[in-house]
């Protein structure tokens, strides 16, 4: 019996798919363990709910207990912020290998640190952007003499681009780095100008399983905020970066992750692995043979252990969009063009409508009708 257990600790809505994924796989249970509101169990497809702590150490001790009784052959950390907290306990180096999302505790300082991730890709021999470490207006000097422009800043633990900016010039830099926190790490890097392509992976036990990779189409507002639209190919030079990537840092998980290809050269610049399911996941289906789902019963059978299989995508490139995601933008961005590829079903965006599942359906709709119409009804109705 294999069984699976997805922890989270924030409510977001990234994951609400994933237990879809692993039962359609053939898992035979998926359990689920977070607060009651949590998008986890905004679905049909999950075995057990079991609530977690409402404060941190309970909810830590808790899981830690649950990883050790549940015979679980595989935990799913959902969101960044347990990562972190998880990262910070006490582990011994047989839980950490359970319940954490890569199985090398000598690793464990590039989790939830972006850098310590710079750190552990340039110790391990993997191509990454050329920093430094920024803490106050002291460090202008090292960034003129060891980086070249453009730069971008980034704080260490954060999602979404939260303060995040591009810097042209010093002079830039230095007009914008008020923005920046005083004596907080912040990490920055040289802005490598090229291709950017984003991946989703799996791994397991170190093991390159499958992956989808994609350029952005849309972005919810800047270009570092979350994506809701991406426009899926097939990089096979890839592959083999990921292979090396996973043995190296010992990937037991599904992972976002992220390179510049910079054509000049062909080379492709590491900038992100962030070791946690997101929102594409689910949508691999529809862009290659050898999807997630397929990856998750070679999990299953032990097939992974031969190594990764290189399959064709099914089509020259294929776009996909998140209804949820999409829907919202449209709307607070007022994008009629948007809003009429999910009404005309353009690039056949219906096939990306959640509707195999009621209950996740009825959580969707609800949300965009509280977010949006909600208050303008109220406001309306206030008014007269």
């Given at each position: ?71 679980y052959q595989w935990v799913i950390m959902a ?104 004596n907080q790490n912040v990490l920055v890097q ?12 799996l791994f397991y036990d170190g093991v390159l ?176």
């Amino acid at each position: 019996m294999f069984k699976v257990l997805i922890a989270c600790y924030t409510n977001w809505d990234t994951s609400s798919e994933m237990p879809f994924v692993l039962k359609k796989s053939g898992v035979d249970v998926v359990d689920i363990y977070s607060g009651p509101k949590s998008w986890l169990i905004s679905n049909s497809y999950f075995d057990q709910w079991i609530e977690a702590g409402k404060d941190k150490k309970s909810y830590t001790e808790n899981l830690k207990e649950l990883v050790r009784k549940g015979n679980y052959q595989w935990v799913i950390m959902a969101d960044d912020e347990l990562i972190k907290i998880m990262n910070e306990e006490d582990l011994d180096e047989d839980l950490f290998k359970k319940l954490m999302p890569i199985n090398k505790i000598e690793n464990r300082y590039m989790l939830s640190s972006k850098i310590g991730f710079s750190s552990f890709c340039e110790s391990a021999g993997i191509l990454t952007p050329k920093y430094i470490t920024y803490n106050s207006p002291a460090d202008l000097e090292l960034i003129k003499s060891t980086l070249s422009f453009p730069i971008v800043n980034k704080r260490d633990f954060s999602s979404s681009g939260t303060d995040m900016f591009v810097s042209e010039t010093l002079a830039e830099f230095e007009a914008d780095m008020h923005m920046i926190p005083n004596n907080q790490n912040v990490l920055v890097q040289e802005y490598i100008v090229g291709t950017e392509i984003h991946v989703e992976g799996l791994f397991y036990d170190g093991v390159l399983v499958a992956y989808t990779n994609a350029h952005i189409v849309q972005t919810f507002s800047t270009k570092f905020s979350f994506t809701t639209r991406k426009s899926y190919f097939k990089d096979n030079n890839l592959s083999p970066l990921l292979i090396d990537l996973g043995k190296k840092l010992g990937l037991n998980s599904f992972c976002n992750i992220a390179y510049i290809y910079k054509e000049e050269t062909n080379q492709y610049y590491l900038f992100e692995v962030d070791p946690r399911p997101n929102s594409w996941i689910p949508y691999s289906r529809f862009i290659t043979t050898n999807s997630f789902f397929n990856g998750v019963k070679r999990i299953i059978s032990g097939e992974y252990k031969s190594g990764y299989v290189e399959t064709p995508i099914k089509k020259q490139e294929v776009e996909v969009a998140l209804f949820f995601k999409d829907m919202r933008r449209c709307f607070w961005k007022k994008d009629i063009k948007g809003l009429m590829r999910w009404v005309f079903n353009i690039h056949g965006y219906w096939r990306f409508l959640p509707f195999y599942d009621r209950k996740l359906s009825k959580r969707i709709i609800t949300s965009i009708w509280n977010e949006i119409f909600a208050p303008k009804f109220k406001k309306l109705f206030g008014k007269s």
